[in-house]
């Protein structure tokens, strides 16, 4: 075999030399069940679709003779100095049948690739087992559902472990997840720790918290709680300026735009289609992340440019996990970071400031579509 060139960037000697390989490596590793549970959707999983069709619409504009050698991608977020904008998100339930690490393996990457990560309450290792794990896991993601005492317990708790901030999650209803009706799949206990206590795995607790004769919670009782907690609290799952100004009045410290990746119900709007009302809406100092749909790092670019100050990696990490638990996680973060580089020094972008809307492609003076 032909002898690879040291100063060839594209004759890697990675395992994996793209983000299209980690995908193949995943679908080799995961029964068809598996597959289905990690890129369901909701209904017809139009919205699921729609996250990640939408950023084709969005088009750079790349004007000759203004391109950047070496772009810097760092950036501060919420206190956090990030070698590019990128947190991992929370993504549970079952992420243990992608890897027996789970969100242990995600922890060390993000930390390896110089990010953080966001951990969800219900996961196959304790918020205490995670964070030892980890520098990393910095953010936990907790469901505001049931007592408000046992609400505020939890965050306490995450506290002690060391978490800084709380991802509040908001969840009225069972999802309709047609993939996993048609595989007549529920999501299996993850064994022994869990964060609601012994003898209940996580995903069981809450969805006993989540029983439909329970009533749900109000603006004002997430104000309450908020108010209450120890720890800021950075609101997921805002779609619409009124979200944003609702969370923001509730005492948000940051806002979460997210639709979880269409998994939650069908015909939302693409969540990239909402990012720009929430920025306005929330001023220029919120911080603001987001998540659904990002597949590259050309995505990161169109989510900074519209107002996020950094995205949340659900599938695309989850598939780094399931390829080759902490070392696939790792190889997704490097190859969207450099990606995200080669964009950015393509655009003309010095910094992350320099990402506006206009980097965008008008036709005659339309907004950017
Ligand atoms: C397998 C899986 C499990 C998830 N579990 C959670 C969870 O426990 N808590 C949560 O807030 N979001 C959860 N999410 C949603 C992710 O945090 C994130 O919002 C979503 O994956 C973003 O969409 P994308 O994957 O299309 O980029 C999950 C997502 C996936 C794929």
Redesign the pocket.
């Known amino acids: 075999m032909k002898e690879i060139r040291r100063d060839d960037r594209y004759a890697t000697r990675e395992k994996y030399a793209s983000l299209r390989g980690i995908r193949e490596a995943a679908r080799r590793k995961l029964s068809d069940v598996e597959w289905n549970?990690?890129?369901?959707g909701t209904g017809d999983e139009v919205t699921?679709q729609e996250?990640?069709a939408a950023f084709d619409r969005y088009l750079f504009d790349a004007p000759l003779f203004t391109g950047v050698s070496n772009p810097d991608t760092r950036t501060t977020v919420l206190g956090y100095e990030l070698t590019f904008p990128a947190f991992t998100?929370?993504?549970?339930?079952?992420?243990t049948l992608?890897h027996p690490d789970g969100m242990l393996a995600v922890g060390r990457a993000a930390h390896a690739a110089g990010i953080r990560q966001?951990v969800?309450?219900?996961?196959g290792h304790s918020l205490e087992e995670v964070r030892a794990a980890s520098p990393a896991a910095v953010i936990f993601?907790m469901?505001f559902c049931g007592e408000e005492a046992q609400v505020l317990d939890m965050i306490h708790r995450a506290k002690d472990a060391g978490y800084e901030y709380i991802?509040v999650?908001f969840s009225p209803i069972r999802q309709w997840r047609e993939r996993m009706m048609e595989d007549r799949f529920s999501i299996p206990g993850q064994g022994t720790p869990s964060n609601f206590g012994p003898g209940k795995s996580d995903i069981r607790m809450l969805e006993e918290l989540l029983d439909f004769t329970q009533p749900r919670w109000t603006w004002e009782q997430a104000a309450r709680v908020m108010a209450a907690s120890p720890l800021p609290c950075i609101v997921?799952?805002v779609g619409s300026r009124k979200d944003a100004y609702n969370a923001l009045k509730a005492g948000a410290a940051g806002l979460?735009v997210?639709?979880?990746?269409?998994?939650t119900v069908d015909r939302v709007p693409a969540?990239i289609d909402t990012l720009a009302e929430v920025r306005e809406e929330a001023g220029p100092d919120v911080p603001i992340i987001f998540?659904?749909?990002?597949?590259r790092g050309s995505d990161i670019v169109t989510a900074i440019a519209l107002g996020a100050n950094a995205v949340?990696?659900?599938?695309?990490?989850?598939l780094g996990l399931a390829a080759d638990g902490e070392e696939g996680v790792k190889r997704v973060l490097d190859l969207l970071r450099d990606e995200f580089w080669s964009t950015m020094g393509h655009l003309g972008c010095s910094t992350i400031s320099d990402l506006t809307p206009a980097i965008f492609r008008r036709r005659g003076d339309q907004r950017p579509n």
């Open positions: 549970y990690l890129h369901c699921a996250n990640v998100a929370p993504f549970g339930g079952g992420e992608f966001m969800p309450v219900a996961a993601q469901t991802c999650t997921k799952g979460y997210s639709n979880y990746g269409g998994r969540a998540d659904s749909g990002i597949r949340a990696l659900g599938r695309i990490a989850a």
